[in-house]
């Protein structure tokens, strides 16, 4: 069973303007010990499935669909039940970790305060065990003393995965966690995301806009496009050989190394992301696509078996691969 | 819209004003609390202004109050009673509308012309003329407000024109704040550097450029200080520092206190003015925050 | 908090205080030329007997020795002569202070219960319970101080006779110990639920407005995530960041509440600050009226002192480092 799983998922926000639907029809799913990317501009739905997850959404959000945690509905939990789930059975690294942190309260304070609320231990073992946290994630224990405004960027990031693996979480969830950071401090954090997955055998979803960051991390990738799944596959696979458009352009958006004429011309995608109040007609993708034909603005396909263990949902998907 | 490029620069700016004003026409209507507000203030302008055609203001004069029953209670001849004195309670709220709806303008245009002054010099020179101008600002701000207000109008004396100098002169601080804060934010603007580059003259600037774009910010901060002016000369009246020839609501306040109207249940005495304070300040600000709102966005659901 | 933090605090209090005694010179002998033109101003008083005032009250010799004067008299700690009876200013105010500080410490406890319910509106925003805390505050807004008292007076003074009407205890009471504590107490009562009253609203409001601002905040969105209770999230992560404003407003608040209950004790005879200004406006006693002044804003400085280093405290952000 998986630990972690979405099945047809539709998340629409209320707003003055009328209904915002964010993410249309997601169905995917974690297996133990795996770790799935998930990517797509800003705007496409991917840091709503985040908040979905834990029921975090702004009241009076409209949700369908089903989030499996373990097999249990998180929709259908009592409140009680919800609050034990929050953070033992998935837990948050959101991104930017100046805002996410409480600016009046030390660090290790906002650690310990995790601890204590899901085990059954002294407010000295959570001191303890805060110490550890700080120590695995690559900081001084005694850091548990600063309030966020004195740690650096890379320092604060850090913290956040040591506050997200304090209850022990089946499923990490990592929300954009290397946004804001220098390529370095990203480069580091990565690798010790990659190393706490492998060690703990935890379960990852990791959600970016940064393709590049997901194809040496995951095993398997999905790219969201307009609160929808346009491409799923293994990781290496569909970056190296891109079925729909849209990931085809997301990947050209990053300069292969040691490639000089990719780096000389770095192919951009044009055109802003779509309004998901105000999406267009047939294939959302259609406006943007440089391989549109005239059926995509009215006829809007779903994902299609692409090749073993491959989908996308393109309407040459059929035409590239039959 | 083709044809712009024809049309003045002048009815272009009339038209966009026009435009503007049917906007803000639009959203006030749909705030029903602020347009019952609105109606509330004009009724009582109007009142105050036809005041002298309905009435006579030696009427309640106490020369001429000696045959009226003495503490009436309301009654159809009388609808809010009389004094200790046979003086109608009803025509002192009326007249009384006079001096505090006067006290309360007079005094607000004052502190915005201050604070304006203050505020655009301090923003728009920048230097040291902002740094001791913001020095006295903040000086004055701490001053506490109603002691210096007493203190103040105890040594000027008792007149009309020392209550609006001295509610003038004690608020136009946070004015000069708010409008120091605007004119620093339009500077840093484009179109005020091209002004400067064409060579419009500093007056020409602040006349044109700075002027027009921190107008609707101080209409709304007037609408606020209205009430303020109010509140202040009702107490400073009550302190018994109101125009001694003028009646006003603090003034009918003090006297009824003097005639001992709490202490023996006149209730028709003390009761009346209130109420009309109460309404005119709700009214005041109830109007200023909905224009606030409207004026700027960031401001709303507040 | 660092020491040139703290420094700078209190040279900015120092200089606010030496502009206040400025002005204070400036308002009674240069806007007021001569002080005493009341005392003797329809009496008939024969010319020595007026210069012999003019000294007592330091008034010969230019503006600028007067200035000076004035200054060498306050360092002294002394603030002149009242010129009813010829009583120290400093020994008339001193006996006002206390009565007005009890009072003013009492409604703003009580009045800071509205800090609480401005929390709560401000989380629930929309809510039945907001908008009818909204709309009392701004009721309350709008009614004068004292008007609130006559009211107050009117009905549970005079009609059911709960309290006393006036004064700080029954007079010539010659209760000692816990019933001259009780009877002093139930004088309090109403003046001080009266200026409380007039005050919540405040409180509330800028509660209300601060614990908005802190709710779009990613930290409680984190908080919740933790699985913590939703009056949890609110106790332990929102009040502590609404927490920094209200602090200030409320140390500030403290310093003008003093200045604003005169009209409030001078309405139930309450022998403190505030009748102590009133009566002395009524004189006029200009001597009171200037000592009053200086102490009342050097009230509101302190009180902003306070606020800064309160702030520097509470907020870990703060304090110049």
Redesign the interface.
């Known amino acids: 069973m998986s630990v972690l799983e979405l099945q047809d998922l539709h998340v629409t926000y209320r707003s003055e303007g009328g209904p915002v639907p964010a993410v249309r029809g997601v169905s995917l799913s974690l297996e133990r010990g795996d770790t799935v990317g998930l990517a797509g501009e800003s705007g496409c739905g991917k840091s709503t499935i985040a908040a979905a997850v834990l029921r975090l959404l702004p009241k009076g959000t409209e949700v369908s669909g089903k989030v499996l945690l373990d097999g249990e509905d998180v929709y259908a939990m009592k409140p009680g039940r919800l609050r034990a789930v929050r953070w033992t059975s998935a837990a948050i690294v959101f991104q930017g970790a100046l805002h996410s942190l409480n600016p009046v309260r030390r660090v290790g304070n906002q650690i310990e305060e995790a601890i204590l609320l899901h085990t059954a231990v002294s407010p000295r073992a959570a001191r303890t065990r805060t110490g550890e946290l700080l120590v695995k994630v690559g900081l001084p224990a005694d850091r548990a003393q600063r309030y966020p405004h004195q740690l650096s960027g890379g320092q604060r990031q850090r913290v956040l995965i040591a506050l997200a693996l304090a209850c022990d979480p089946k499923v990490l969830i990592a929300d954009e966690p290397t946004t804001a950071l220098d390529v370095m401090v990203q480069a580091q954090v990565l690798a010790l995301l990659e190393e706490l997955q492998r060690e703990q055998g935890l379960s990852l979803l990791f959600i970016t806009h940064d393709l590049s960051v997901l194809t040496t991390t995951c095993e398997r990738l999905a790219v969201m496009y307009a609160g929808r799944i346009v491409e799923q596959g293994p990781g290496r696979e569909v970056f190296a050989q891109p079925h729909h458009p849209y990931t085809r352009a997301l990947a050209a958006a990053f300069p292969t190394i040691g490639d000089p004429a990719s780096r000389m011309n770095p192919a951009g995608l044009a055109g802003d992301p779509p309004d998901p109040s105000a999406l267009p007609s047939g294939c959302p993708f259609h406006v943007r696509c440089a391989v549109a034909t005239a059926e995509c603005s009215s006829l809007d396909v779903g994902l299609r078996v692409a090749a073993p263990g491959r989908s996308a949902a393109c309407v040459h998907v059929e035409a590239a691969h039959v | 819209m083709s044809d712009l490029a024809q049309v003045s620069p002048r009815a272009f700016r009339w038209a966009r004003r026009r435009a503007s004003a049917a906007g803000f026409w639009r959203s006030l209507r749909r705030d029903k609390l602020a347009l019952t507000s609105l109606v509330v203030l004009v009724l009582f302008v109007v009142l105050a202004v036809v005041a002298p055609w309905v009435s006579n203001r030696a009427d309640f004069n106490v020369i001429n109050t000696g045959d009226n029953p003495v503490w009436a209670k309301p009654s159809g001849q009388y609808l809010l009673g009389t004094d200790n004195y046979g003086r109608s309670v009803a025509l002192q709220v009326l007249w009384g509308a006079r001096v505090s709806l006067f006290v309360g303008v007079a005094a607000t245009v004052l502190t915005i012309v201050l604070g304006t002054l203050v505020g655009i010099s301090a923003g728009f020179f920048g230097g040291w003329i902002d740094a001791v101008l913001m020095r006295i600002t903040d000086w004055f701000l701490v001053i506490p407000f109603l002691p210096f207000a007493i203190v103040l109008a105890s040594v000027l004396g008792r007149s009309l024109w020392n209550i609006v100098f001295v509610i003038g002169i004690t608020s136009w601080p946070s004015t000069a704040r708010l409008v120091r804060s605007q004119v620093l934010s339009l500077r840093e603007r484009l179109y005020v550097d091209r002004a400067r580059a064409l060579g419009g003259g500093r007056a020409h600037i602040i006349g044109r450029h700075i002027l027009p774009n921190v107008t609707p910010l101080v209409l709304a901060s007037t609408t606020l200080a209205v009430p303020i002016s109010i509140l202040t000369e009702t107490t400073l009246a009550f302190l018994g520092l109101g125009d001694p020839t003028d009646v006003s609501w603090g003034g009918i306040l003090d006297q009824a206190r003097t005639a001992a109207a709490v202490t023996t249940n006149r209730w028709w005495y003390y009761l009346p003015p209130g109420v009309a304070i109460i309404m005119v300040v709700l009214a005041f600000t109830i109007f200023g925050r909905a224009l606030e709102a409207i004026l700027d966005p960031r401001l709303r659901d507040r | 908090m660092s020491a040139r933090f703290l420094l700078r605090k209190v040279l900015g209090a120092i200089?606010?205080l030496a502009?206040?005694v400025t002005?204070n010179f400036f308002?009674?002998r240069v806007?007021?030329d001569d002080p005493t033109a009341t005392m003797y101003r329809g009496r008939n008083m024969k010319p020595e007997q007026i210069a012999s005032l003019r000294q007592k009250f330091n008034l010969d010799g230019s503006k600028w020795e007067q200035y000076l004067a004035y200054l060498r008299q306050l360092l002294r700690g002394d603030l002149g002569l009242s010129m009813k009876g010829s009583r120290e200013v400093s020994a008339v105010i001193g006996e006002a202070i206390w009565p007005t500080l009890l009072l003013v410490g009492c409604s703003t406890l009580l009045a800071m219960l509205g800090i609480t319910l401005g929390y709560r509106a401000g989380w629930r925003?929309?809510s039945g319970f907001d908008t009818s805390a909204t709309s009392f505050s701004?009721?309350t807004?709008?009614?004068?101080d004292?008007?609130i008292g006559?009211?107050a007076?009117?009905l549970f003074s005079?009609?059911l006779g709960w309290f006393p009407?006036s004064g700080l205890e029954d007079p010539g009471s010659a209760a000692t110990g816990i019933s001259q504590l009780l009877d002093q107490l139930h004088h309090m009562a109403l003046p001080a639920i009266v200026l409380a009253l007039a005050y919540v609203g405040e409180y509330m409001i800028v509660a209300r407005?601060a614990m908005?601002e802190t709710l779009s905040?990613?930290?409680l969105?984190?908080?919740?995530?933790?699985?913590?209770?939703d009056a949890e999230v609110r106790r332990?992560?929102a009040v502590?960041?609404a927490r920094?404003p209200v602090v200030s407003l409320s140390a500030i608040n403290f310093?003008?509440v003093?200045?604003?209950a005169?009209?409030v004790e001078?309405?139930f005879s309450w022998p403190g600050i505030g009748q102590l200004?009133?009566l002395a406006?009524?004189g006029?006693d200009?001597p009171v009226?200037?000592g009053?002044?200086l102490l009342?804003?050097a009230?509101?400085?302190l009180a902003?002192l306070v606020a800064d280093l309160l702030y520097s405290r509470?907020?870990?952000?703060a304090g110049g480092r």
């Open positions: 200089s606010t502009f206040v002005v308002l009674f806007v007021n925003r929309g701004m009721l807004y709008a009614m004068p004292f008007w006559m009211v007076l009117g005079v009609k009407v407005s908005i905040e990613d930290y969105q984190l908080a919740r995530a933790k699985g913590l209770r332990r992560h502590p960041n920094l310093g003008f003093v200045g604003g005169i009209a001078s309405l200004t009133s406006v009524k006029p200009f009226l200037q009053l002044f009342l804003s009230a509101v400085i902003n509470l907020d870990p952000r």
